[in-house]
């Protein structure tokens, strides 16, 4: 099957990244926003994305414009109807991502494969609500994706083999290492990463090290590019929290239990780079 468009369920930090990458690749593009503000939001931070890179010298400025074509944003799922493959990257709850899974079953052709970015959910219970379970799956893109080079593609209990050839073959043609995970709490990345954050979330509760020193020590003394705090940061915190919520709820071991400063600073609205304010203070203007 010939992939010419892709829909893109969310307009997040994730959902505009991935709009972006996609339209970098030469693929027509169509992402939905459940607001107007949403929309226009997202197609700013493109923009401003792309006029950071013209102002580097990584991008000609035509080649803005030919990208800037390819994307069309909507408030309206029923625009998604004629695309040829789809990723939902909306919230990390299980019943929104149903919902966007109903509609979307029944408004894309029978062969349209259906793909979700999420980064712990059960893709089997994901693709109960549809009629196409098979052509199902997970497409764990990472943060920032146009990036970041990995893709976890996940089965579902009913996914086709078929499906899975040709969500690996979508991730390479656009330009991305895809590897296969099982289905299990958190796949490969996030089990090992997010419950890592949450331990130096409880060491900086302790008061045994400050933000800047726990990074500092994470990046000299284990060679990470950037410390668990600040990739916290950008990760979001309320999806760390729900990571390990997820771990903990399916894993039932209390060393999957979220800290509880991790869960103060998401009731607090404090979530990282995308409100201004995390374990670091940014400046969003």
């Known amino acids: 099957m010939e992939f010419k468009k892709i829909g893109i369920l969310g307009a997040s930090t994730m959902g505009a990244g991935l709009v972006q990458h996609i339209a970098n690749c030469g693929f027509e593009v169509i992402f939905r926003a459940r607001k107007q503000s949403s929309v226009d939001k997202a197609l700013k931070h493109i923009e401003g994305q792309y006029d950071f890179m013209i102002t580097r010298g990584w991008l000609a400025a035509e080649k ?70 098979e052509r199902v799956a997970g497409m764990h893109f990472f943060n920032p994706a146009p990036v970041m080079k990995l893709v976890e593609v996940v089965p579902g209990y009913n996914t086709s083999d078929e499906t899975i050839e040709v969500v690996k073959k979508v991730a390479t043609n656009l330009q991305k290492t895809p590897i296969v995970v099982n289905e299990s709490p958190g796949f490969v990345v996030n089990r090992m990463l997010v419950p890592m954050i949450n331990e130096c979330v409880g060491v900086l509760a302790e008061n045994i090290a400050s933000a800047e020193d726990i990074d500092r020590a994470m990046q000299l003394g284990a060679n990470h590019p950037m410390g668990p705090l600040a990739l916290a940061d950008l990760i979001g915190l309320d999806v760390c929290l729900s990571i390990m919520e997820v771990l903990h709820k399916e894993l039932g071991e209390d060393k999957y239990r979220p800290h509880p400063l991790l869960r103060k600073m998401v009731r607090a609205g404090k979530l990282g780079q995308k409100t201004g304010e995390g374990f670091y203070k940014y400046n969003n203007k």
């Open 64 to 133: 803005k414009e030919e990208n800037m074509a390819r994307i069309t944003g909507t408030t309206n799922i029923e625009d998604l109807a004629d695309c040829d493959f789809i990723i939902e990257a909306a919230s990390e709850d299980m019943e929104i991502k149903k919902d966007i899974f109903r509609q979307l079953d029944r408004i894309c052709r029978p062969e349209v494969i259906l793909s979700s970015n999420t980064s712990s959910l059960s893709i089997t219970e994901i693709a109960s609500v549809t009629d196409r379970p």
